[in-house]
C-alpha cells in the first residue's frame, strides 16, 4: 500500500493546461503558402496569422508547463538533507514528479507540434510578414499591409523589395506613421529604447519609467529563455546511432548543454533584429543609465542602489566609483551605508557565476566549448590550467594574424610584379598532380568545368569538422561577401552571408568563437593551397587572395519570380 501511494504521489498530473492549436504551425504556414501561389489572398492572412499566433500559443504553453513542474517538483525549503544513502534515489524522485507533470501539461503529440529547423527559422526570419505584406496589400488593407512589411524588414534590413515597398509605402495617401509598428518587437528591448531615447533628451522622469519597466520586461523574458532551453538533446556533430554514454555522462553533456543555452539567454535578450552584434553589457548598462537619471531627479537613494547595483558586475570602474562617491557624500555616509545593490541582481550575478564555473570546468575537462557571452565574468571563475591554454591560444591567434598581414603584404606586391611582367600562368600548370592527402579524390576537373585550371575535390573535411564550420558560419558570419561589403555580390535574388579567416581568428583571439573552430578553418584552408599546388603541380608558391566562407540564401519570393531551387548553400571561398 505504500508503495502504491508513493506511486501515486510520483506520477499524480498537474492540473490540465489550456488545450493546444487545433492545428500546428507548420501546416499552417505550409497552407499558407499553398494560398500565395494561387493567389488565394484572404487564405494567406487567415492562414499565417494562424501560424504565428499557434507558434506563439505552443511557446508561451511549453515556457509556463516547464516552470510551473520545476517550482512543484523543488526540494521543500527547510527540510532536511536526506541520508548519503538515499540522496540518489531522492534526487531522481523530484526528477520523475518533474518528468510526469511535463508529460501532464506540455502538447499532446510532441511530434506533430515539433517545428523542424527550417521552419522555425523561417519564423525566426519574420517570413509569414512577408506573405501577408502582399495578402494584406491586395485586398487594399494598406495599414496592415504597412505593418507587416515594416515588421520584416526591421528584421531583415538588407531587403531589398522590402526596403522599395516600404518607400511606396510612405509615398501613399492616408499611410501614417503610426502604421509602421514592428509587431514582433521585444517588450523589454521597445522599453529600453524609449528609456535612452528619453535619457538623451535629458528628461530623467520618463526614462527612469521606462528603464525600470524595461528591467521588469527583461526579467520576464529570461525566464522564458531559459525554460525553452530544457528541450531534447541535440547530437550536434555526433550521430546519435553511435552515441554512447552511460548514466552520468548522459545527464551531464545534456545538463552542459542546457547551461550553455541559457547562458546564451545574455546574447538572445540583448540582440536586436537585423543587426549584427548583440547590445554589449546589455543588463548592466540598464543601472549605469538608472543611477545618473535618479540623480538628475534628485533620489540619491535610488542613485546609490543603481550604482552599487552596477559595480556587482564592473567592482573596479573608476567613473561608477565617483559617482558612489558623490551621491555618498551628498546623502550622508549614515543613510547611504545601509543601502546595498538590488538583490534580485545579486541572486541573477550569482546563479550566473555559478553556470560559468560549471561550464568552464566542462570545457576544461570534457573539451565542450564554451563561449562566454559578458564581459564582467572575474578572471578566477575560469580554471588556471583554461586560463593559460586561453592565452597561448590568444598569443597563437596573433601570430597567425600578423603572419596573415604580412602575407598579404606579400600577396599585393607579387600581383603588382605579375601584372606589370604579364606572364601567362598556363605555363607552370600541368593539371593532375598527386592530391596529397589520403581519401580525396577529383569529381571534376578542368574539362568538365569547361575552363582552364579549375577542379573539384571531394573529402577534403570530414563530416566533423564541416559540422565544427557550420557552427563557425552561424556564431560569426555578417551579411556580405566581406570584401567589397555587398549583401547580394552576385544576384539580388540571394542574400550572402559568410566569415573570413582573419576575421574567425580575431573572434577566436578576443573569446566570442571558439579557437580551436577558427584553427580549424586556417588549417583547411592551409591544407587547399597545398593541395592545389601539388595537383596543378605549380613551379612557384600559390598564395590566397582571399578566403571566404560563405551561406548562400535564395530570397523566398525572388526564387518564386526567378524560378531558382536553391534554399541554402554553404562553401568554402
Known amino acids: 500500500m505504500a508503495l502504491a501511494a508513493l506511486l501515486l504521489l510520483l506520477l499524480a498530473p498537474c492540473a490540465a493546461e489550456p488545450p493546444e492549436p487545433a ?29 504565428l499566433r499557434a507558434r506563439g500559443a505552443l511557446r508561451s504553453q511549453l515556457v509556463r508547463c516547464r516552470l510551473r513542474c520545476a517550482n512543484s517538483s523543488a526540494w521543500p525549503a527547510g527540510e532536511p538533507g536526506p541520508p548519503p544513502a538515499l540522496r540518489d534515489l531522492l534526487f531522481f524522485r523530484q526528477l520523475l514528479r518533474r518528468a510526469a507533470c511535463l508529460r501532464a501539461c506540455a502538447p499532446g503529440a510532441p511530434s506533430r507540434y515539433l517545428l523542424s529547423e527550417e521552419l522555425e527559422l523561417e519564423f525566426r526570419k519574420r517570413s509569414p510578414y512577408n506573405y501577408l505584406q502582399v495578402a494584406y496589400f491586395k485586398i487594399h488593407k494598406i495599414d496592415k499591409a504597412v505593418a507587416a512589411a515594416h515588421t520584416f524588414f526591421v528584421g531583415n534590413p538588407d531587403h531589398v523589395e522590402m526596403r522599395q515597398n516600404l518607400e511606396y509605402y510612405q509615398m501613399m495617401a492616408g499611410v501614417k506613421e503610426s502604421d509602421f509598428t514592428d509587431l514582433e518587437a521585444k517588450p523589454h528591448m521597445l522599453e ?152 534580485n541582481i545579486q541572486v541573477y550575478r550569482q546563479r550566473s557565476l555559478l553556470e560559468k564555473e560549471l561550464l568552464f570546468f566542462s570545457y576544461d575537462v570534457f573539451g565542450i566549448p564554451f563561449v562566454d557571452p559578458d564581459t564582467w565574468t572575474p578572471e578566477d571563475v575560469i580554471p588556471k590550467r583554461l586560463r593559460e591554454k586561453q592565452k597561448v591560444e590568444r598569443e597563437t591567434a596573433a601570430r597567425i594574424s600578423e603572419e596573415i598581414g604580412n602575407l598579404m603584404k606579400e600577396i599585393e606586391t607579387l600581383v603588382e610584379e605579375k601584372t606589370k611582367e604579364s606572364v601567362d600562368m598556363s605555363v607552370f600548370v600541368r593539371e593532375g598532380g598527386p592530391l596529397l592527402y589520403d581519401g580525396l579524390s577529383v569529381t571534376m576537373n578542368s574539362r568538365l568545368l569547361n575552363g582552364s585550371q579549375r577542379v573539384v575535390v571531394d573529402g577534403v573535411i570530414s563530416e566533423e569538422e564541416c559540422l565544427e564550420l557550420q557552427k563557425l558560419t552561424n556564431a560569426a558570419a555578417s551579411a556580405g561577401d566581406g570584401y567589397r561589403g555587398k549583401t547580394s555580390p552576385h544576384t539580388p535574388s540571394e542574400t550572402f552571408y559568410g566569415v573570413t579567416v582573419y576575421k574567425a581568428l580575431k573572434l577566436g583571439q578576443e573569446g566570442k568563437v571558439p579557437m580551436p573552430s577558427a584553427r580549424l578553418y586556417y588549417n583547411v584552408t592551409e591544407k587547399v593551397r597545398r593541395v592545389m599546388e601539388s595537383y596543378f603541380r605549380l613551379d612557384t608558391p600559390l598564395y590566397f587572395s582571399y578566403s571566404h566562407l560563405v551561406c548562400r540564401t535564395a530570397i523566398e519570393d525572388q526564387r518564386i519570380v526567378r524560378g531558382e531551387s536553391h534554399g541554402v548553400r554553404a562553401a568554402l571561398l
Not at 28 to 40: I, W
Request: glycine share 6%.
Open 23 to 51: 492545428e500546428a504551425p507548420d501546416a499552417l504556414f505550409a497552407a499558407g503558402s499553398e494560398a500565395y501561389a494561387r493567389g488565394d489572398w484572404p487564405a494567406v492572412i487567415l492562414h499565417m496569422e494562424r501560424a
Open 192 to 343: 529600453f529604447r524609449l528609456g535612452v531615447k528619453f535619457y538623451t533628451e535629458e528628461q530623467p522622469g520618463p526614462a527612469v519609467l521606462h528603464l525600470e519597466k524595461a528591467l521588469e520586461e527583461y526579467f520576464v523574458a529570461d525566464t522564458e529563455c531559459r525554460a525553452l532551453c530544457e528541450g531534447p538533446y541535440d547530437y550536434e556533430g555526433y550521430n546519435y546511432l553511435e552515441y554512447s554514454a552511460d548514466l552520468v555522462q548522459a545527464i551531464t553533456d545534456h545538463y552542459v548543454q542546457v547551461l550553455s543555452c541559457r547562458q546564451s539567454c545574455v546574447t538572445e535578450l540583448a540582440s536586436q533584429p537585423g543587426r549584427d552584434k548583440p547590445i554589449e553589457d546589455f543588463l548592466p548598462s540598464h543601472f549605469n543609465y538608472l543611477q545618473f537619471a535618479y540623480y538628475n531627479s534628485g533620489n540619491y537613494e535610488k542613485a546609490i542602489e543603481c550604482a552599487k547595483t552596477y559595480l556587482l558586475f564592473f567592482p573596479n570602474d573608476e567613473v561608477m566609483n565617483q559617482n558612489l562617491a558623490y551621491y555618498t557624500a551628498v546623502l550622508g555616509e549614515r543613510l547611504a551605508a545601509p543601502i546595498g545593490p538590488q538583490e
